[in-house]
Nanobody, 121 residues
């Protein structure tokens, strides 16, 4: 069974940067698509970035140009580089994995517990 553990969440000032990491255990990530989702207080869960097993990436309009998703299959790790952060980026960020790249929550099979990102001055 695949397990995902996120790390790197923190309190950051607007305009700052942050790198989230996700470490997998239990099985390889090599043949899975990976996605980062977030959920802000009072809002629905939102897909922000995904990467296919062969490295094709996709971003939501809200983060395109500011966030970058990458993967290191050898280290069973996934990363989300975030820059030009805004208060609206405040949310719990979840690392997910599934058979195909998607920013729809129902398409992802495996979910981590999440890491909190707070953007505030």
């Amino acid at each position: 069974q695949l397990q995902l553990v996120e790390s790197g969440g923190d309190l950051v000032q607007p305009g700052g940067s942050l790198r989230l990491s996700c470490t997998a255990s239990g099985r390889t990530l090599a043949h899975l698509a990976i996605g980062w989702f977030r959920q802000a207080p009072g809002k629905e869960r939102e897909g922000v970035a995904c990467i296919s097993s062969n490295g094709i990436t996709f971003y939501s309009d809200s983060v395109r140009g500011r966030f970058s998703i990458s993967r290191d299959n050898a280290k069973t790790s996934v990363y989300l580089e975030m820059s030009s952060l805004k208060p609206d980026d405040t949310a719990i960020y979840y690392c997910t994995a599934g058979p195909r790249a998607s920013i729809w929550p129902d398409d992802m099979v495996y979910w981590g517990e999440g890491t909190l990102v707070t953007i505030s001055s």
